[in-house]
């Protein structure tokens, strides 16, 4: 099972916008990219006239959405490749209760990655996130 809808980072704008804005960090398996949403609300204002700024994202108001970036660099096979978003997006899925709001998170993968398993995901996702400091309670 795959991430909650409202955590999904679904379209090409905001992955764009999290590759351009986003800071990252990166290991040998993972390269995380973090883009923090607004604190204000602007959710009365239509989509079209709500600010968004150069370092904030256009998830402002709403819960954190995680987007996984795995090239066929990594691994040509399908199957191999969708089993690794897979384990990302259960790492995730434990991981929801305690991240901050209003982020989106993009996880690029490296080609190393082919030889890791869950709980190696779980601990370097949690690492990662640890030092963006996002993670509440931990």
Request: with cysteine; aromatic share 4%.
């Amino acid at each position: 099972m795959g991430l909650p809808k409202q955590n999904r980072l679904k379209h090409r704008k905001d992955f764009s916008a999290v590759y351009q804005r986003g800071t990252r960090i990166k290991t040998k398996h993972l390269s995380l990219r973090i883009l923090r949403g607004s604190p204000k609300k602007t959710l009365d204002l239509p989509l079209s006239a709500r600010p968004v700024s150069s370092t904030q994202s256009a998830n402002a108001g709403s819960s954190t959405r995680v987007g996984i970036s795995i090239s066929l660099k990594v691994d040509k096979r399908s199957v191999v490749r969708n089993r690794i978003r897979r384990q990302i997006q259960a790492a995730f899925r434990q991981l929801l209760p305690v991240l901050a709001k209003n982020l989106d998170i993009l996880v690029v993968v490296h080609p190393p990655a082919i030889q890791c398993g869950y709980l190696q995901f779980l601990q370097e996702l949690k690492q990662l996130l640890a030092d963006f400091e996002v993670l509440n309670g931990d």
